[in-house]
């Protein structure tokens, strides 16, 4: 027999094609509507879909794709390289301007976490120091000890995990909160609740007075080293409670537990001071000193931040706004403030975000980086990159539902120091204090966000109670709705 198909195989052919032709046409017009209509087409009985991936199918979808030449030109495009680099939108590029009618008047120079999770703290401690620059007439790149604070959290972190661990001795292994407090006991992620934490307990140092070591820029080992032994210490504390060991000397044996994890710290961080003389040279180049400081007067009497009066709006549109929230066993500082949010619309959190930029302040916030986000022109925008243009696809989840099925949360956290507003009063564009370095992304380290990317991957910001509305403020007051341990308004603010 010859290889040509016969006029029954060619009228089949021809046939399937037409079907598909209409399955795809009115797919693509219920993907615009409401897909469930196509369960009443009477065209879906006439053509042959089954749960496996067929040959068929395989071939259909190579014949169409090598059909369309715009498939061709953007295979060859980007198969060999970064495809960011060929679907960077020059419109967008061109309007992301660092360029802001709203602009703090003293901005501290960019400073670099590395190759740390530690933004969360590097962002607080870029808030608190521009007391400090302006009160002494400080040079902008001064600045506050991240590991000073790292290090304490770490220890902190360490002794939360161990008594969750022992409060759940007798729970399963393999129960879903366990296992999920197992994955990453001491991660260098933060929240800002727990900054209040850790500067009320230990106050705050200079640069100068802890400086940075290679395990607080590149923490991997260091969590690699604690993860090991807190997951072993584990171990332990379910071993000693099956043996009918008492809490008292369960928590014995963990004072043992975390004098090595202090002597793991110190040997990478360094021991932290307990008192210390604070001294520099200003802009006018004169002498600035101020003697025997501990941590804490420090805090109190140079840096003067008014920490404890910070509270969080976030924006979780998976539940009610107005409502108080928390999460299951988040936290760093056992007996310490718990994490609270106030839950309320993104557009309150830009008009508060905005009265406050007026103000002369700058405004802590948490977000997802990752979404949509240029390092090299520091541009976070949801037109950055056209997708639809190479791939032929659209982005069409919302904030709520990019939420529940995981494609977003907080991985970050940054500083606004100014927003574009357009002859309205409204917002265009942010301005934002990145903490990736000054010489390699955006303008000198700072970052600019479009309005649009703010309403879809900005889910927190904090500001002072006295720039709350009192309605807001009393839900503080209320019970908390209590997400679980694994809920994403507990994601530490840091990319993994």
């Known amino acids: 027999m010859g290889t040509q198909p016969s006029k029954e195989q060619e009228k089949q052919t021809y046939k399937d094609e037409k079907v598909m032709y209409q399955v795809d046409t ?37 014949k169409r794709f090598g059909e369309d030449s715009k498939n061709l030109l953007a295979r060859n495009a980007i198969v060999g390289t970064d495809p960011t680099q060929v679907i960077l939108n020059p419109k967008a590029a061109q309007e992301d301007k660092h360029v802001f009618n709203v602009k703090l008047n003293l901005e501290g120079k960019a400073t670099n976490q590395k190759s740390s999770g530690r933004c969360w703290l590097f962002a607080g401690c870029n808030v608190m120091r521009l007391a400090v620059i302006q009160k002494y ?49 001491v991660g260098d992620g933060g929240q800002f609740d727990m900054l209040i934490n850790l500067v009320e307990k230990y106050g705050v140092v200079p640069k100068s007075a802890f400086p940075e070591t290679y395990g607080s820029s590149n923490s991997r080992r260091l969590n690699w080293l604690v993860t090991v032994k807190l997951r072993e210490f584990a171990t332990q504390i ?19 537990m975390l004098e090595d994890i202090y002597r793991i710290l110190v040997i990478f961080l360094g021991e932290p001071p307990s008192q210390f003389d604070w001294e520099t040279i200003n802009k006018a180049g004169k002498y600035v000193g101020v003697h025997r400081l501990t941590p804490k ?22 539940n009610p706004i107005d409502k108080l929230y928390t999460v299951d066993r988040l936290g760093n500082i056992v007996g310490g403030k718990p994490i609270r949010y106030v839950n309320t619309t993104s557009e309150n959190q830009k008009r508060l975000a905005i009265n406050v930029l007026k103000a002369g ?17 520091g541009s976070m925008d949801t037109k950055i990159y056209d997708y639809n243009l190479a791939f032929n696809i659209e982005f069409k989840m919302t904030k709520e539902e990019r939420l529940l099925y995981k494609e977003s949360l907080m991985t970050h956290a940054m500083v606004f120091t100014g927003v574009h507003l357009d002859k309205n009063g409204n917002p265009v564009r942010w301005r934002v204090e990145n903490s990736w370095g000054a010489d390699t992304t955006g303008d000198k380290g700072f970052w600019v966000m479009s309005d649009e990317w703010f309403s879809s991957f900005v889910y927190q910001i904090v500001l002072n109670k006295s720039d709350v509305p009192r309605r807001l403020i009393d839900l503080l007051d209320t019970e908390p709705t209590v997400l679980p341990a694994y809920d994403p308004m507990g994601a530490l603010a840091c990319p993994k």
């Open 26 to 62: 009115l797919s693509e017009q219920f993907s615009k509507t409401n897909l469930d209509g196509l369960n009443d087409l009477d065209i879906l009985n006439h053509y042959s879909l089954t749960d496996t991936l067929s040959s068929d199918a395989l071939a259909r979808y190579s």
């Open 297 to 318: 007067k420090f805090f109190r009497e140079v840096v003067g931040y008014p920490i404890s009066d910070m509270m969080s709006l976030i924006n979780d549109p998976r």
């Open 361 to 377: 302040s700058p405004v802590w916030f948490g977000c997802d980086v990752g979404q949509f986000s240029n390092n090299a022109l």
């Open 137 to 185: 007439n400080l040079d902008d790149d001064f600045e506050l000890s991240q590991s000073y604070l790292f290090f304490y959290d770490k220890l902190e972190k360490a002794n939360w995990f161990l008594e969750n661990m022992i409060d759940l001795a007798k729970e399963d292994i393999n129960d879903r909160i366990v296992q999920y407090l197992l994955t990453d006991p």
């Open 238 to 256: 379910r071993k000693s409670a099956e043996q009918g060991m008492s809490t008292q000397v369960i928590r014995f044996l963990k004072d043992k």
